[in-house]
Protein backbone atom coordinates (compact mmCIF):
# COMPACT_ATOMS: atom_id res chain seq x y z
CA UNK A 1 0.00 0.00 0.00
CA UNK A 2 1.41 3.65 -0.51
CA UNK A 3 1.95 6.28 1.82
CA UNK A 4 3.05 9.84 2.00
CA UNK A 5 3.96 11.37 5.44
CA UNK A 6 4.43 15.24 5.51
CA UNK A 7 5.97 15.07 9.08
CA UNK A 8 5.65 19.30 9.40
CA UNK A 9 1.98 20.17 10.01
CA UNK A 10 2.38 23.77 10.67
CA UNK A 11 5.90 25.76 9.59
CA UNK A 12 6.57 29.54 10.04
CA UNK A 13 8.59 31.80 8.85
CA UNK A 14 9.60 35.48 7.96
CA UNK A 15 9.52 36.61 4.60
CA UNK A 16 13.13 36.07 2.71
CA UNK A 17 14.11 32.84 4.42
CA UNK A 18 14.73 29.89 2.71
CA UNK A 19 12.21 27.24 3.67
CA UNK A 20 12.40 23.24 2.99
CA UNK A 21 9.07 21.24 3.38
CA UNK A 22 9.50 17.76 3.94
CA UNK A 23 7.74 14.65 2.63
CA UNK A 24 8.76 10.79 2.79
CA UNK A 25 6.95 8.21 0.91
CA UNK A 26 6.29 4.03 1.16
CA UNK A 27 5.64 2.57 -2.03
CA UNK A 28 6.36 -1.37 -3.45
CA UNK A 29 6.63 -0.73 -6.45
CA UNK A 30 9.21 0.04 -8.75
CA UNK A 31 8.04 2.88 -10.91
CA UNK A 32 5.85 5.88 -9.40
CA UNK A 33 4.87 9.60 -9.73
CA UNK A 34 5.51 12.07 -7.35
CA UNK A 35 3.64 15.42 -6.68
CA UNK A 36 3.96 18.54 -5.32
CA UNK A 37 0.25 20.84 -4.83
CA UNK A 38 -0.41 23.88 -3.18
CA UNK A 39 -3.69 24.93 -1.63
CA UNK A 40 -3.88 28.92 -1.11
CA UNK A 41 -6.22 29.91 1.31
CA UNK A 42 -8.92 30.08 -1.84
CA UNK A 43 -9.05 26.27 -1.37
CA UNK A 44 -8.16 25.39 -4.93
CA UNK A 45 -5.31 22.79 -5.58
CA UNK A 46 -2.65 23.76 -7.85
CA UNK A 47 0.22 21.58 -9.19
CA UNK A 48 3.48 22.37 -8.81
CA UNK A 49 5.57 19.55 -10.11
CA UNK A 50 5.16 16.40 -11.06
CA UNK A 51 7.94 13.58 -11.22
CA UNK A 52 9.20 10.22 -12.14
CA UNK A 53 10.78 7.76 -9.85
CA UNK A 54 13.34 7.04 -12.71
CA UNK A 55 14.40 10.72 -12.14
CA UNK A 56 16.42 11.59 -9.22
CA UNK A 57 17.81 15.12 -11.11
CA UNK A 58 16.95 17.59 -8.68
CA UNK A 59 14.35 20.32 -10.37
CA UNK A 60 14.79 24.22 -10.28
CA UNK A 61 11.87 26.63 -10.94
CA UNK A 62 12.15 29.99 -9.86
CA UNK A 63 12.51 30.32 -6.00
CA UNK A 64 10.95 26.73 -5.90
CA UNK A 65 13.26 23.44 -5.80
CA UNK A 66 13.03 19.96 -5.30
CA UNK A 67 15.62 17.19 -3.55
CA UNK A 68 14.28 13.89 -5.13
CA UNK A 69 16.03 10.78 -3.06
CA UNK A 70 15.34 7.40 -3.51
CA UNK A 71 18.08 5.87 -0.88
CA UNK A 72 15.34 7.87 1.47
CA UNK A 73 11.92 7.81 -0.18
CA UNK A 74 12.02 11.56 0.18
CA UNK A 75 10.71 14.13 -2.01
CA UNK A 76 11.54 17.65 -0.26
CA UNK A 77 10.69 21.26 -1.42
CA UNK A 78 12.56 24.10 -0.98
CA UNK A 79 11.20 27.58 -1.00
CA UNK A 80 14.42 29.92 -1.72
CA UNK A 81 13.38 33.74 -0.52
CA UNK A 82 9.77 32.94 0.74
CA UNK A 83 7.04 35.42 0.29
CA UNK A 84 3.92 36.58 1.89
CA UNK A 85 1.85 34.87 -1.27
CA UNK A 86 3.83 31.52 -0.52
CA UNK A 87 1.53 31.41 2.33
CA UNK A 88 -0.15 27.97 1.76
CA UNK A 89 -0.72 24.72 2.90
CA UNK A 90 1.16 21.75 0.45
CA UNK A 91 0.76 18.79 -0.30
CA UNK A 92 2.98 16.08 -1.55
CA UNK A 93 1.05 12.93 -3.58
CA UNK A 94 1.92 9.67 -5.03
CA UNK A 95 0.91 7.67 -7.65
CA UNK A 96 1.66 4.48 -8.70
CA UNK A 97 2.27 3.54 -12.15
CA UNK A 98 1.63 -0.51 -11.38
CA UNK A 99 -2.13 0.05 -10.44
CA UNK A 100 -4.26 -1.23 -13.35
CA UNK A 101 -7.08 0.59 -12.02
CA UNK A 102 -6.82 4.57 -12.41
CA UNK A 103 -3.79 6.58 -11.29
CA UNK A 104 -5.37 7.70 -7.80
CA UNK A 105 -3.01 9.60 -6.09
CA UNK A 106 -2.38 9.31 -1.98
CA UNK A 107 -1.57 12.63 -0.31
CA UNK A 108 -0.05 13.84 2.33
CA UNK A 109 -1.41 15.13 5.49
CA UNK A 110 -0.11 18.64 4.03
CA UNK A 111 2.07 21.39 5.75
CA UNK A 112 0.76 24.95 6.77
CA UNK A 113 3.49 27.71 5.37
CA UNK A 114 2.98 30.91 6.60
CA UNK A 115 5.23 33.56 5.45
CA UNK A 116 5.20 36.23 7.89
CA UNK A 117 6.22 40.38 6.89
CA UNK B 1 -5.48 28.25 -20.32
CA UNK B 2 -7.81 25.10 -20.13
CA UNK B 3 -9.59 24.58 -16.37
CA UNK B 4 -11.77 22.29 -14.76
CA UNK B 5 -14.31 24.16 -13.54
CA UNK B 6 -16.81 22.89 -10.97
CA UNK B 7 -20.33 23.87 -9.37
CA UNK B 8 -21.79 25.10 -7.38
CA UNK B 9 -18.61 26.40 -5.58
CA UNK B 10 -20.94 26.09 -2.20
CA UNK B 11 -23.79 23.52 -1.63
CA UNK B 12 -25.52 23.28 1.34
CA UNK B 13 -28.44 20.36 2.26
CA UNK B 14 -30.25 18.74 4.86
CA UNK B 15 -29.25 15.69 5.88
CA UNK B 16 -30.95 12.67 3.79
CA UNK B 17 -31.12 14.85 0.90
CA UNK B 18 -29.80 14.02 -2.70
CA UNK B 19 -27.02 15.87 -3.81
CA UNK B 20 -25.11 16.27 -7.52
CA UNK B 21 -21.64 18.64 -7.86
CA UNK B 22 -20.98 18.62 -11.30
CA UNK B 23 -17.76 19.07 -13.34
CA UNK B 24 -16.44 20.06 -16.66
CA UNK B 25 -12.87 18.38 -17.14
CA UNK B 26 -10.56 20.35 -19.45
CA UNK B 27 -11.80 19.04 -22.83
CA UNK B 28 -9.12 16.91 -24.30
CA UNK B 29 -8.65 14.88 -21.01
CA UNK B 30 -9.72 11.36 -20.95
CA UNK B 31 -9.50 10.36 -17.14
CA UNK B 32 -11.82 12.12 -14.49
CA UNK B 33 -11.66 11.65 -11.13
CA UNK B 34 -13.50 12.72 -7.75
CA UNK B 35 -11.60 13.91 -4.24
CA UNK B 36 -12.75 15.17 -1.41
CA UNK B 37 -11.16 17.08 1.80
CA UNK B 38 -12.16 17.19 5.21
CA UNK B 39 -12.11 20.41 6.63
CA UNK B 40 -8.44 20.60 7.67
CA UNK B 41 -7.85 17.29 6.68
CA UNK B 42 -5.71 15.38 3.67
CA UNK B 43 -7.39 14.99 0.40
CA UNK B 44 -8.77 11.73 -0.26
CA UNK B 45 -9.40 9.96 -3.01
CA UNK B 46 -13.00 8.84 -4.04
CA UNK B 47 -13.15 7.02 -7.71
CA UNK B 48 -11.16 7.16 -11.19
CA UNK B 49 -13.60 6.90 -14.51
CA UNK B 50 -12.63 6.00 -17.74
CA UNK B 51 -14.38 5.16 -20.95
CA UNK B 52 -17.43 5.90 -19.23
CA UNK B 53 -17.06 3.04 -16.71
CA UNK B 54 -15.48 3.22 -12.91
CA UNK B 55 -11.56 2.21 -12.53
CA UNK B 56 -11.40 2.78 -9.56
CA UNK B 57 -13.02 3.66 -5.92
CA UNK B 58 -12.02 3.56 -2.51
CA UNK B 59 -13.79 2.58 0.04
CA UNK B 60 -15.36 5.58 1.07
CA UNK B 61 -17.28 5.62 -2.36
CA UNK B 62 -20.02 3.43 -1.12
CA UNK B 63 -23.35 2.72 -2.70
CA UNK B 64 -24.40 5.98 -1.59
CA UNK B 65 -21.84 7.77 -4.11
CA UNK B 66 -22.33 7.59 -7.93
CA UNK B 67 -20.48 9.06 -10.99
CA UNK B 68 -21.61 9.47 -14.58
CA UNK B 69 -20.92 11.41 -17.53
CA UNK B 70 -23.89 12.63 -18.72
CA UNK B 71 -22.55 13.82 -21.78
CA UNK B 72 -19.50 15.24 -23.45
CA UNK B 73 -18.41 17.46 -21.36
CA UNK B 74 -20.05 17.27 -18.21
CA UNK B 75 -19.02 14.57 -14.94
CA UNK B 76 -20.99 14.46 -12.18
CA UNK B 77 -21.08 12.89 -8.77
CA UNK B 78 -24.31 12.23 -6.77
CA UNK B 79 -24.68 11.50 -3.49
CA UNK B 80 -28.52 9.75 -2.86
CA UNK B 81 -29.00 10.61 0.76
CA UNK B 82 -26.16 12.78 2.70
CA UNK B 83 -25.24 12.03 5.84
CA UNK B 84 -23.41 15.07 8.29
CA UNK B 85 -20.09 13.35 7.64
CA UNK B 86 -20.15 13.69 4.13
CA UNK B 87 -19.71 17.42 4.60
CA UNK B 88 -16.17 18.12 2.57
CA UNK B 89 -14.72 20.05 -0.38
CA UNK B 90 -15.28 17.59 -2.88
CA UNK B 91 -12.51 18.16 -5.85
CA UNK B 92 -13.27 17.05 -9.76
CA UNK B 93 -10.00 16.37 -11.44
CA UNK B 94 -8.89 14.81 -14.78
CA UNK B 95 -5.99 14.06 -16.78
CA UNK B 96 -5.43 13.69 -20.76
CA UNK B 97 -3.23 10.23 -20.84
CA UNK B 98 -4.69 7.12 -21.76
CA UNK B 99 -2.87 3.69 -22.70
CA UNK B 100 -0.42 3.39 -20.20
CA UNK B 101 1.17 6.94 -20.53
CA UNK B 102 -1.88 7.25 -18.40
CA UNK B 103 0.02 6.91 -15.08
CA UNK B 104 2.40 9.59 -15.61
CA UNK B 105 0.25 12.14 -16.42
CA UNK B 106 -0.79 14.71 -14.34
CA UNK B 107 -3.94 15.55 -12.56
CA UNK B 108 -5.32 18.71 -12.72
CA UNK B 109 -8.01 20.03 -10.24
CA UNK B 110 -10.98 22.21 -10.21
CA UNK B 111 -11.96 24.76 -7.77
CA UNK B 112 -13.95 22.37 -5.34
CA UNK B 113 -17.16 22.52 -4.45
CA UNK B 114 -17.70 22.86 -0.65
CA UNK B 115 -20.67 20.72 0.41
CA UNK B 116 -22.44 21.95 3.98
CA UNK B 117 -25.03 19.01 5.56
CA UNK B 118 -27.30 20.07 7.91
Known amino acids: AQKVTQAQTEISVVEKEDVTLDCVYETRDTTYYLFWYKQPPSGELVFLIR??????QNEISGRYSWNFQKSTSSFNFTITASQVVDSAVYFCALSEANNNAGNMLTFGGGTRLMVKP | EPEVTQTPSHQVTQMGQEVILRCVPI?????FYWYRQILGQKVEFLVS????????KSEIFDDQFSVERPDGSNFTLKIRSTKLEDSAMYFC????????????????FGPGTRLTVL
Open chain 1, 51 to 56: RNSFDE
Open chain 2, 27 to 31: SNHLY
Open chain 2, 49 to 56: FYNNEISE
Open chain 2, 93 to 108: ASSHASGRARFTDTQY
